[in-house]
């Protein structure tokens, strides 16, 4: 058993950053391979950025060079690191666990966390 929670969301003018952060708890914390996603109302929840276990990282295509996705598995948490803010990045963002990438990569998750508004004003 996983359970996440997030912080670091906010408002932030365009071309800003963002640092995001989840908290895990659980001994098998560095089992897990862990992700972010977005969700806008009206939309589907979509995959912005994964880790592995093994720290392999993968980006969505709208964020890649934009965003860095980090783990400290002795801290047992995941950061994502938002740069080059636009407003296209406004969502409720999303921690999940799951026991592989490609889960997060088709925006499931094992665990969720309860999201943290992230808001770019123009």
């Known amino acids: 058993q996983v359970h996440l929670v997030e912080s670091g969301g906010g408002l932030v003018q365009a071309g800003g950053s963002l640092r995001l952060s989840c908290a895990a708890s659980?001994?098998?914390?560095?089992?897990?391979?862990m992700g972010w996603l977005r969700q806008t109302p009206g939309k589907e929840r979509e995959f912005v950025a994964v880790i592995s276990s093994g720290a392999r990282t993968v980006y969505a295509d709208s964020v890649k060079g934009r965003f860095t996705i980090s783990r400290d598995n002795s801290k047992n948490t995941v950061d994502l690191q938002m740069n080059s803010l636009g407003p296209e990045d406004t969502a409720v963002y999303y921690c999940?666990?799951?026991?592989?990438?490609?889960?997060?990569?088709?925006?499931?998750?094992?665990?969720w966390g309860q999201g943290t508004q992230v808001t770019v004003s123009s």
């Open positions: 999940a666990a799951a026991a592989q990438t490609t889960i997060i990569r088709n925006s499931g998750a094992d665990y």
């Open positions: 659980g001994r098998t914390f560095s089992s897990y391979d």
